[in-house]
């Protein structure tokens, strides 16, 4: 191993690299400390949201009770007809234009472009309380309809607890991003980063937890709205 | 050193935003199916892409180095395992409660009428 190797942060090939960056006595992941806590919080948020979904896969299975179907649960009026999963798949399109959102804000923010990362990572945020939004109408519409944590009319009791506790952690994530993402957000214009030496990685740092609230929301919509 | 492999060129992010997109409408379609082994392998071969696409261009993960890879896609492996032991674990349980129960004599509503 050699000392230009490391001082440029290049990357060995191979698992020579893997080697090199655990056995150099200085910080291993050649990443800002912030980005790699970000990535061990996600790490460890991956670990609570698939701890719920496979406890809603256990109750499911368990359940000798009809299990709801999500597909007429979760159907909306539209033009006269029931459309299946219609608010659903608006929220999952929003959230994926939000993610797109993001990765643009991050992208101008290594190119110091302050005006462009601001504006881009409001319609970010923007995205994400209309999600949030809808969230709430769907939650009011099921709760109207007699959905509770402790049974429904539709079927097996454990749908209104898995549903409640998923989505309902989900949204939070959604909502502490958007804070998250306006803190950062109005910091970027206001010239905060600049003093500290014009650095941007905030930027990507919260939008490693945007992209995080989206991913999970992939594995929810194929589990919990689509099995 | 921080900025290392994060100043693409935007064509990337417009195709995963349209390729997400897409995936996304497939993903919607197989709700459509009738249910079965090929609608269950769809939706797990979308939300497989999506994930890994969200992962990989938009976290930036397919530029990090690999001891950062490994030490966070390398965990998540135990929860199949999870899984595994969990699925075992529900079936035994549904016998148990069909034996010793019955089945279930529920008749449920069919929603949306009110």
Not at chain 1, 72 to 91: K, N, W
Not at chain 1, 171 to 186: E, K, P, Q, T
Not at chain 2, 76 to 105: C, F, K, W
Request: charged share 15%.
């Amino acid at each position: 191993m050699s000392e230009a190797v490391l001082d440029s942060g290049a990357e060995a090939p191979g698992k020579q690299a893997l080697v090199e960056d655990w056995s150099r006595d200085k910080q291993v992941f050649g990443v800002p400390w912030g980005k790699a806590m970000m990535w061990i919080f996600l790490l460890s948020d991956t670990f609570i949201f698939s701890c719920f979904l496979v406890g809603y896969m256990m109750v499911r299975i368990s359940t000798t009770d009809p299990w709801p179907n999500p597909s007429e649960v979760f159907a909306l009026e539209a033009f006269g007809y029931p459309v299946p999963l219609l608010l659903i798949a608006i929220m999952t399109f929003v959230l994926i234009t939000s993610s797109g959102t993001m990765a643009l804000a991050v992208n101008m923010g290594y190119r110091k472009d302050r005006k462009k990362t601001f504006w881009l990572m409001v319609a970010t945020a923007a995205l994400g309380a209309t999600f949030v939004g809808m969230q709430a109408f769907e939650w009011t519409k099921l709760i109207m309809e007699g959905v509770r944590p402790w049974g429904n009319p539709f079927g097996a009791a454990q749908f209104g607890s898995s549903f409640f506790m998923i989505t309902g952690f989900h949204g939070m994530h959604v909502s502490a991003g958007v804070i998250y993402l306006l803190v950062v957000a109005f910091r970027v214009r206001n010239g905060f980063y600049e003093k500290r030496g014009g650095n941007y990685e905030i930027v990507e740092i919260a939008g490693l937890y945007w992209h995080f609230v989206d991913l999970v929301w992939v594995f929810i919509f194929a589990f919990f709205y689509l099995w | 050193m921080a900025a290392e492999g994060t100043q693409h060129p935007l064509k990337i992010y417009w195709i995963m935003w349209g390729a997400l997109f897409v995936l996304s409408t497939f993903s919607y379609a197989t709700d459509f199916m009738d249910d079965g082994a090929l609608r269950t392998s769809l939706i797990l071969l979308f939300m497989l892409a999506k994930a890994g696409g969200i992962v990989w261009i938009f976290m930036h993960m397919g530029w990090e180095r690999i001891a950062l890879k490994l030490a966070i896609l390398g965990p998540p492996v135990a929860i199949l395992v999870l899984i595994g032991l969990m699925s075992l674990e529900g079936h035994y349980v549904e016998d148990n409660r069909l034996q010793h129960y019955g089945g279930s004599t529920m008749e449920p509503q069919t929603p949306g009428h009110h």
